[in-house]
């Protein structure tokens, strides 16, 4: 069975004498050294100045909303992961959906300022599939009608824009390392404030508000990563180099050989290293998605239908028209992309979507 990913795993011995060292010290958890020398490499890896390891990838979003104290409404985006969205209603904020650039897929920054009321406090909005929003133009946005600016950067471990990390730009973005992401410690993420003062704050809201043992910064959650996670995370570290560029072959490969007279991809923005984090493909309509689906299940591939359904159309949501992204997410499949996908099945795979018509 194939499916759109598989977790990358490096052997169980290199887990195991990682694993020993925790077991060691007998420190499971509260910042223990390896989740120390993880935030090290990465933010060695990922040249940023500050970075959080947290225990998933959505706390991490919820935190952000506290921690800038927003209320009222968030501008964010339809197509997304639900944790996007969900973060916000579980905050006390209402999402206010602005819909997506159609190549891009990311929130129409042209669309922003007509949605700004004085009931605003931020954006959040999703770079989706490692594809970065514009920030140049949502940070302008933000400026000028003084709004906050959250990235949900789940998806781009290791993508830079203008040269820099994606993390560094917003007042906060966050990442996941959930094991069906790039880089993975099983369950886990991080966040990254820009202003070390901020930065500070999310940090002791993430470890209950502790400033020490006895005395409290203020309101606080556990969202700390555990050193079992961090083990895991550094046992797959060494292997980014190699997991990268296994994906770009096989990225390469669905480029050179998909027939994209039939298809819509994603465009990439300019000035930006991406990290071959998703492939998705647009069909003409869903019937034909459907009818490809199928045939690629027969042969037992599984690719996913990312992002599906589109979020206004949550059950916890007054419905709002996000033509664009309603439409794209009827028709939008992500394809088998992982390391050891072979060679053979990736050529199964094209035929079927190369010959559906
Ligand atoms: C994976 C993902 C999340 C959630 O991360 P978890 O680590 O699973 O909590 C949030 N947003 C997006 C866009 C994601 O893809």
Redesign the pocket.
Known sequence: MINITKTFLPTQEEYNAILKRAWDTGWMTNRGVLVQELEAKLKTYLDIPHIIATT????P?QIAIKALGLTGDIITTPF??V??TSSIVWEGCKPVFVDIHPDYLTIDETKIEAAITDKTSAILA?HVFGNPCAVEDIEQVAKKHNLKVIY?A??CFGVTFKGKSIFEYGDVSTC???A??LFHTG???AMFAQSKELHDRLYYYHNFGHKNKEEYHGLGINAKMSELQAALGLAVFPYMETIIEERKKIVDFYNENINFELYDKLRIREDVLWNFSYFPIVFDSEDSLLRVLKQLNNIDVFPRRYFYPSLENLPYINKRNCEVASDISKKILCLPLFVGLQEEDLIKITEIINNHI
């Open positions: 998933n990838g959505t706390l979003i997304s992961y944790a996007t999703t949900d789940a998806h996941s390392f959930h069906t992401k369950e886990g993420g």
